[in-house]
């Protein structure tokens, strides 16, 4: 079969189109799925990059099968699985192999989709959805009335969350890097967008000095400490990514005086501990996009042959819209 692999880190040039793949074999806890389409991830050019080389949390070796999110159809079905069968439209996250045509997936990571979502859309949403869900309702528990910063609001996921915080009732400021990516958030609910320079005071000022009750931080060192300022006293720093880099001399300290802040660096996988877990946040998913308040916006279709583009333009900060590979065209 056809497939990108990875044998060793790097660029993109080191992620290898091969057509002589192995079929995988089904093992026990496992399906195979045929995949139809795979969703192309920031987390795909970490892996590529090497940074999950020692991770306990995402447990990814080489050599390997890049794609850590993808939708199909179960073709196979292992030993000691019972809730899913040969033909079940599926979806699944945080289990690398979909940039195949054909993936082995533990059932604890695989949901089933809605008849009504394409397999583009579920393999778009699924990440960054489920991400979104479990930052604002288990993190921050955010509810009507509430405010909150986004930053990097035109990203992915900074537009799930733009999206889920407007339709439980919150107050939403955002950030992003230009004006054009501003009035993406705005676009996608926000009730102020602003580039980043002095967007402490800015949050200041439209909150009468007061501060928002959670922060979502994806980019880490060049925003973290004013992302303090930004937020009202014992209020909640979700800092979930580092794409500015890491912030590696931070003193507990500086939380207490900046108003006994806490601060969390969550990761998705402790939050999609087991089947029922996953299914409930893709259903919620699933749900919210059918009825129309959740929009996926796809940047892009792209094929095996070509993935390697999108890894340069993600690498390079110039992918906005979320980007799928299609592998097989014809599953219903």
């Not at 969703?39 to 990814?60: C, E, L, W």
């Not at 604890?108 to 809605?114: E, G, L, R, S």
């Not at 009035?183 to 439209?206: K, N, P, Q, S």
Request: net charge negative; with cysteine; aromatic share 6%.
């Amino acid at each position: 079969m056809k497939a990108i692999t990875l044998h060793t880190y790097g660029g993109p040039e080191v992620a290898q189109l091969r057509h002589d793949v192995p079929k995988p074999q089904v093992i026990a806890g496992h399906v195979l799925v045929q995949v139809a389409c795979a969703g192309i991830n920031f987390m795909d050019i970490h892996t590529r990059q090497g940074k999950y080389a020692r991770s306990a949390t995402y447990p990814v070796r080489l050599p390997c099968t890049l794609g850590m999110e993808g939708a199909g159809v179960v073709v196979e079905v292992g030993a000691d699985v019972s809730h899913l069968h040969v033909g079940d439209r599926v979806a699944w996250c945080i289990a690398w192999g979909a940039y195949a045509e054909y993936a082995c997936v533990p059932v604890d990571k695989v949901a089933q989709i809605p008849t009504a979502i394409p397999f583009d859309q579920a393999a778009a949403a699924m990440f960054q959805g489920s991400t979104a869900h479990y930052l604002i309702e288990d993190v921050a528990r955010l509810k009507a009335g509430d405010t909150c910063l986004i930053h990097a609001a035109s990203g992915s996921i900074g537009q799930w969350l733009v999206q889920m915080a407007r339709r439980l009732g919150a107050t939403v400021f955002t950030t992003g890097s230009t004006a054009e990516k501003c009035a993406i958030a705005l676009e996608r609910g926000a009730h102020h967008a602003w580039t980043y320079d002095g967007f402490a005071e800015r949050v200041l000022e439209a909150t009468d000095g007061r501060g928002v009750d959670v922060v979502f931080d994806s980019l880490g060192k060049t925003t973290l400490r004013d992302s303090f300022r930004a937020c009202r006293t014992r209020g909640l720093i979700v800092n979930y990514g580092n794409v500015s880099g890491s912030l590696t001399d931070l003193d507990p300290m500086e939380l207490g005086e900046a108003g006994s802040l806490f601060l969390t660096r969550p990761r998705l996988a402790d939050h999609m501990a087991d089947g029922p877990t996953v299914q409930r946040r893709a259903n919620a998913v699933f749900a919210a996009m059918l009825e129309g308040s959740l929009t996926v916006e796809i940047e892009g279709h792209y094929t095996l042959e070509t993935v390697k583009q999108v890894h340069e333009r993600i690498e390079a900060r110039q992918q906005i819209g979320k980007a799928v590979l299609w592998l097989e065209r014809n599953l219903h």
